[in-house]
């Protein structure tokens, strides 16, 4: 009879061993191609925040040397000095930020639910004022990237908008607004930034072209604070509102993006030469501005990277000894076995095909499983690895408190998710890692079979 007949007949026949190492294959099987998934989500992940955040730098206030202008430190990036880092060859795309003080006009903020300034007469100044915040395209700004705002009706602003905003969808339901009505601001007095001559103080009618959710209503202290009550809009409008033309603009910051992030050392090399008072300013690497992401990330990893190892050693051993109690069980068919003249190799190969016939099975309805189970470990495993992550970023800040604004919000931005598939690929490393389970737990459970002499093997039998 051959091998495969024999083990054929032998996981048949022996339908409660079978049905045992059926449970035990398919539930290394389930776990493994759970972690292998989840692996696979976190480095997709990780590639595609790379490309967003690897792949560009900001120039901003050195703020050990430059407060800003205004009482409240707005920033004063020259247009001479971006206008010098675009000609650099490799950067493709740029988004300026500006922030516009104004005075909303017939419309509500939304409200904090749970104050945490207590009122006072001098706040009430202050119930129309808000930031208006001018962006070259919106679609660039590190909070959508981050995913601390996510646009959800309409479209981003572009360099080619006048008179456009978005603003957040509780601000749009609390004062009835859709897509294309219209809000009116007017230049605040209570601006932080002394108006110059070309300031604009008639009101501007400014269209609403998309809106976007996202909420730190757990971290705000204040009204002007909420995401909720941030008002988005194109640079041409903020810079009308500040007086400002193209050359004499001064940004808040500015940020320039690659196409590859592997050019960013080169490119951060020509930028540091170029003739611009780097006392004043400085460069910052996107990807610094995402502490508690890169943290959460790699919090992740180690994770999932334990995982894996766990469930291979933890596999081995379980398969291992169980095999060792069915092998020691088998001994009067060994001893059989050899007696008829078959070889060691060829006992010890029937065992590996054993399992490889249940494995068939196993292995194929833990497709069915992971699908079921994958997701939501990943999901919990996200939400260890975010704790870590908030945990570095506070570690990082040393003591110092950070703002509740939105623009803050990207440096505690942790990962919110991953999207963990099950494919067929992943189904061929379970058969990779699950066959090298197979073949090591077999080879150890059956040393006292390659040890032991055939005469010692039948002397066992009786």
Same mark, same amino acid.
């Given at each position: 009879?051959?091998?495969?007949?024999?083990?054929?007949?032998?996981?048949?026949?022996?339908?409660?061993?079978?049905?045992?190492?059926?449970?035990?294959?398919?539930?290394?099987?389930?776990?493994?191609?759970?972690?292998?998934?989840?692996?696979?989500?976190?480095?997709?992940?990780?590639?595609?925040?790379?490309?967003?955040?690897?792949?560009?730098?900001?120039?901003?206030?050195?703020?050990?040397?430059?407060?800003?202008?205004?009482?409240?430190?707005?920033?004063?990036?020259?247009?001479? *000095?971006? =206008?010098? @880092?675009?000609?650099?060859? !490799?950067?493709?795309?740029?988004? /300026?930020?500006?922030?516009? $003080?104004?005075?909303?006009?017939?419309?509500?903020?939304?409200?904090l639910t749970n104050p945490r300034v207590q009122y006072n007469e001098s706040l009430e100044a202050y119930k129309n004022f808000s930031d208006l915040e001018g962006m070259t395209d919106s679609s660039l700004d590190n909070k959508f990237i981050s995913g601390v705002l996510s646009l959800s009706k309409g479209r981003h602003?572009?360099?080619?908008?006048?008179?456009?905003?978005?603003?957040?969808?509780?601000?749009?339901?609390?004062?009835?607004?859709?897509?294309?009505?219209?809000?009116?601001?007017?230049?605040?007095?209570?601006?932080?930034?002394?108006?110059?001559?070309?300031?604009?103080?008639?009101?501007? *009618?400014? =269209?609403? @072209?998309?809106?976007?959710? !996202?909420?730190?209503?757990?971290? /705000?202290?204040?009204?002007? $604070?909420?995401?909720?009550?941030?008002?988005?809009?194109?640079?041409?409008?903020?810079?009308?509102?500040?007086?400002?033309?193209?050359?004499?603009?001064?940004?808040?910051?500015?940020?320039?993006?690659?196409?590859?992030?592997?050019?960013?050392?080169?490119?951060?090399?020509?930028?540091?030469?170029?003739?611009?008072?780097?006392?004043?300013?400085?460069i910052t690497k996107s990807s610094n501005d995402y502490p508690a992401l890169t943290a959460s990330l790699d919090s992740m990893d180690e994770l999932i990277n334990k995982m894996l190892i766990g469930i291979i050693v933890i596999s081995a051993i379980i398969l291992s000894l169980v095999l060792a109690f069915w092998v020691n069980g088998r001994i009067h068919e060994t001893g059989v076995l050899l007696s008829l003249g078959v070889s060691k190799i060829n006992i010890i190969t029937q065992y590996v095909v054993e399992l490889v016939i249940i494995a068939v099975v196993s292995f194929g309805l833990s497709y069915f499983s992971g699908q079921a189970i994958a997701q939501k470990i990943g999901d919990s495993m996200v939400q260890q690895a975010s704790e870590v992550g908030a945990m570095s970023a506070q570690q990082d800040l040393g003591g110092m408190q950070l703002g509740a604004d939105p623009n803050s919000g990207t440096f505690t931005k942790t990962l919110d998710g991953i999207d963990v598939s099950i494919t067929l690929a992943e189904m061929g490393y379970v058969w990779f890692i699950g066959g090298l389970i197979i073949l090591l737990s077999v080879s150890i459970s059956s040393i006292f079979i390659i040890r032991l002499k055939p005469k010692e093997i039948l002397s066992k039998m009786s």
């Open positions: 009879m051959s091998m495969i007949k024999r083990a054929w007949y032998y996981v048949t026949r022996k339908k409660s061993k079978s049905l045992l190492m059926f449970l035990i294959l398919f539930g290394i099987a389930t776990a493994t191609i759970s972690g292998i998934a989840i692996k696979k989500a976190t480095v997709d992940t990780r590639s595609k925040l790379n490309q967003s955040i690897n792949a560009s730098f900001t120039l901003e206030n050195n703020l050990q040397n430059n407060m800003g202008v205004g009482s409240r430190g707005l920033g004063n990036v020259p247009a001479s *000095a971006v =206008e010098q @880092i675009k000609s650099i060859d !490799g950067i493709t795309e740029v988004n /300026a930020s500006m922030l516009g $003080e104004v005075d909303l006009i017939d419309l509500q903020k939304v409200k602003i572009t360099k080619e908008d006048t008179q456009k905003v978005l603003v957040h969808e509780e601000f749009a339901e609390l004062n009835d607004l859709k897509l294309h009505d219209k809000i009116y601001v007017q230049a605040s007095v209570l601006s932080s930034v002394p108006p110059n001559e070309a300031v604009t103080k008639e009101k501007m *009618a400014l =269209e609403i @072209i998309g809106m976007f959710s !996202g909420s730190n209503m757990d971290r /705000a202290t204040t009204e002007h $604070e909420l995401v909720e009550n941030a008002i988005i809009s194109d640079m041409q409008t903020v810079k009308l509102l500040r007086g400002y033309n193209d050359t004499s603009a001064i940004y808040q910051n500015v940020n320039f993006y690659l196409n590859d992030p592997k050019e960013l050392p080169t490119i951060l090399d020509k930028v540091g030469k170029l003739p611009i008072d780097w006392s004043n300013y400085q």
